[in-house]
């Protein structure tokens, strides 16, 4: 399945079951932010689709946001601690035992930017599910990392799910 169809059905199910919206955000920021599952699950389009939803058909913004940044927090958090408990362990699991370079790239990322590192990868796809597991290995401070991992979270889903509620608003202006 394309990106677009996985998106549409997505979609589609939130627009017919709307009390599942914010379980349904939730998941897909879980695992659009957690290590190697994100890169099966590029949950972003639905997000933006999720979010044209808000605006159009009333559901409330507020605990769609709160469970779409949770989860986004929480698939951090999970992507960390693999990291700081498996340590350089996580250089034989895919896909980085494919991808070698990655977490050379990653460790000068994080030293070069710090705790922005994961404020910065929050806003990049290939960066996303990375950039948390290489600041677990290389032991980045917990209170660092969760600092910038909840507040980026937070903002990243509230950009994802505002974009398709001011899209949305946008064609109905025009268009409407």
Known sequence: MDLEA????????????????APVVFA????ESLAFISLLIPAWAALVGIGT??????????PI????????ALGD??????????????????????????????????????ALAIFIG???G?????VPIVAGIFAMPSWRFQLANWSSAFLWAA?????GDVTATAIKWLFG
């Not at 939803?53 to 507020?62: D, P, Q, V, Y």
């Not at 699991?93 to 990322?109: D, T």
Request: contains cysteine; proline residues 4%.
């Open 77 to 114: 958090w999970v992507s960390y601690w693999i990291g700081y408990m498996l340590e350089h362990r996580v250089y034989n699991m895919w896909p980085l035992s494919r991808h070698p370079h990655l977490i050379p790239k990653g460790e000068e990322f994080i030293k070069k930017w710090g």
């Open 53 to 62: 939803l808000i605006g159009a058909s009333g559901l409330n913004f507020w």
């Open 6 to 21: 996985y998106a549409q059905t997505i979609i589609e199910f939130v627009r017919t079951h709307q009390a599942w919206a």
């Open 159 to 163: 950009v994802l799910l505002t974009l």
């Open 126 to 130: 290939p960066l996303r599910a990375s």
């Open 122 to 124: 929050r806003f990049s």
């Open 65 to 72: 946001w709160i469970a779409g940044a949770v989860g986004a």
């Open 28 to 31: 897909l920021c879980f695992a």
